[in-house]
């Protein structure tokens, strides 16, 4: 979460715990990935306790910034490729199917570009008003287009996807995009990840519609 160590580590702790009951779930290997986001978001809450401990003490300044980075790799690297793909494991129809494989290659090449810009440009963090702040000193002039093409696999695939309640998560997903966007602007990485609890409690949601038939396919019985 972003308010605290204690928050964000125990958020961690719940996340973790969602997780391995979403990996029980599943029935096959390809439903694997999709069931291990929870696991994801988990070891990336962890990351970002160690880094309110790295800010929050100046005896931990001097390691501070691995956390920064460790977070980011989740959150800016991680997420536009996991997402299609594990989305796509899942998928049955054949046209869906193809979108995804292209919304997985746009998530692909805008992880390399992010990381490219993790490495090149200069990236912080501080705590602001009770949130960690991220400053990634990224080229503006390409900001926008970096951000749709970010936004693309991470939520548009979820609303793709034939699985049933699929996009139920998308729509979580976007809400909580919005309401962050506009409330918390200044801390739009961090508070977004709020959010990652609820969105997990979707993927477990689904997940157990794996032990029914078809896999809970949307257009079908379940």
Do not use: N
């Not at 790295?54 to 980075?69: E, I, Q, T």
């Not at 508070?191 to 979707?202: K, Q």
């Not at 949601?205 to 257009?219: A, H, L």
Request: glycine share 6%; aromatic share 16%.
């Amino acid at each position: 979460m972003c308010f605290s160590a204690g928050a964000s580590f125990g958020a961690s702790a719940v996340l973790g715990t969602i997780g391995v009951i979403s990996l029980k779930k599943v029935l096959e290997p390809t439903q694997r990935p999709f069931a291990m986001i929870p696991l994801i978001f988990a070891v990336q809450q962890f990351s970002e306790g160690m880094l309110w401990i790295g800010l929050s003490h100046p005896v931990a300044a001097a390691w501070s910034h691995f956390p920064v980075y460790i977070f980011l790799i989740f959150a800016q690297l991680i997420w536009p490729v996991w997402v299609p793909y594990a989305v796509f494991r899942l998928e049955k129809d054949p046209v869906r199917k193809r979108i995804l494989q292209v919304l997985l290659i746009i998530g692909l090449f805008i992880s390399c570009y992010l990381l490219y810009c993790m490495f090149v440009y200069r990236v912080s963090a501080e705590i602001r008003s009770g949130h960690i702040h991220y400053s990634l000193s990224f080229p503006i002039a390409l900001a926008w287009i970096s951000s749709v093409l970010y936004f693309m696999p991470t939520v548009a695939s979820l609303f793709v996807s034939g699985v049933k309640k699929m996009p139920m998560l998308g729509a979580a997903i976007l809400i909580s995009f919005l309401v962050t966007k506009i409330f918390f602007e200044d801390f739009l990485i961090s508070v977004w990840c709020f959010f990652a609890a609820i969105l997990s409690l979707v993927v477990l949601g689904i997940t157990s519609s794996f032990r029914t038939e078809d896999v809970g396919v949307r257009g079908k019985e379940a």
